[in-house]
């Protein structure tokens, strides 16, 4: 049987694609950081307890001892796969937004050895329509809920474009259905679970920096107040400034590959906050992420907590962006 190597920045399309590829057989999952790769190598050639088909999942490569002893384990347990068994290797590389250990994995001669040695490698993510339409799906075949485009458009913005937060907030909304019914979710009580939402904060904080509003400092404060970590807010405001100067430059912006499939409320919101700035304005910004960016990947932040640090560092960078 196949063996197969996935990696994504979600854990909840990692499960997706591990599901589909093991088609039904009796799945065991396993921890890298927790297993011996002599005894699993062993464990493979031994049929299942209540299937003779079998999947087996190896979570979280990158807690795997590096080197060409692993390697060659790795290579030999993908050559002797019985015909009845499926091996699958995964990696989170989102690494809890630590950016250093995510650019190492990508990096590394491990993940390349292994991307050669498995019959499949898929790397998962979902954009654009192609996120709308999962959870257009997701929201119906497992929890019953006919959304509209635009509140999947939303939601998605809400939830940092993470299908397994996207996932949680659906669960809340299938709480107020009726068991054992399809029902379409009223905008007053998608609003009101939306605005709840673990990530809506920070999208707040994202939108009043584009739009240059002075609410993004106390936003700022009730991001951290929350206990909430900044997490994907720099990659997300850099895509944000990356927007607006395609729409300050480009007449024909709406053609380009980030904006089609995009609802008319976001192109709305962006086109406002647009005009707000000038196109080396913008440029400014882009590099003034780009260094706060560095300086969280580097631990060069001052204060009493990573928490303070990371604060601090978000708070100065606001200032100088609402000062360009």
């Known amino acids: 049987m196949p063996s197969y190597f996935f990696t994504s920045q979600d854990d909840l399309l990692l499960y997706e694609e591990t599901e589909k590829v093991s088609r039904g057989s009796e799945l065991e999952t396993y921890y890298c950081q927790d297993v011996s790769l002599a005894d699993l190598a062993r464990d493979i050639t031994t049929a299942g307890l209540f299937s003779e088909s079998r999947a087996l999942w190896l979570k979280d490569v990158a807690n795997l001892p590096k080197g060409k002893r692993t390697h060659a384990r790795l290579k030999a347990m993908c050559e002797n796969i019985p015909r009845k068994t499926s091996l699958i290797f995964s990696q989170n590389t989102y690494f809890g937004g630590d950016y250093r250990k995510a650019s190492d994995f990508r990096s590394s001669t491990f993940r390349k050895n292994l991307q050669q040695t498995v019959d499949t490698f ?172 560095f300086r969280q990947r580097t631990n060069r932040i001052m204060g009493h907590s990573p928490q303070t640090a990371e604060r601090n560092l978000v708070l100065l960078l606001l200032r100088q962006l609402l000062t360009l």
């Open 122 to 293: 898929k790397e998962i993510s979902l954009k654009g329509k192609a996120l709308r339409d999962w959870t257009l799906n997701r929201a119906l075949k497992h929890h019953g809920l006919k959304l509209t485009s635009s509140q999947a458009d939303r939601l998605s913005e809400a939830c940092l474009q993470l299908p397994s937060m996207m996932d949680s907030e659906l669960m809340k909304l299938s709480l107020l259905r009726q068991e054992d019914v399809e029902v379409p979710v009223r905008e007053n009580v998608f609003s009101f679970v939306l605005n709840r939402t673990l990530g809506q904060s920070i999208r707040d904080l994202i939108d009043a920096v584009l739009a240059r509003d002075k609410r993004a400092f106390s936003l700022t404060q009730d991001v951290f107040r929350q206990q909430e970590t900044a997490g994907r807010l720099f990659a997300d405001l850099y895509r944000g400034f990356q927007r607006l100067l395609a729409i300050r430059s480009d007449p024909q912006y709406r053609s380009r590959p980030e904006f089609k499939g995009m609802h008319q409320f976001v192109q709305r919101k962006l086109a406002t906050a647009a005009s707000r700035w000038s196109a080396p304005a913008i440029i400014q910004a882009l590099t003034a992420i780009t260094d706060a960016e």
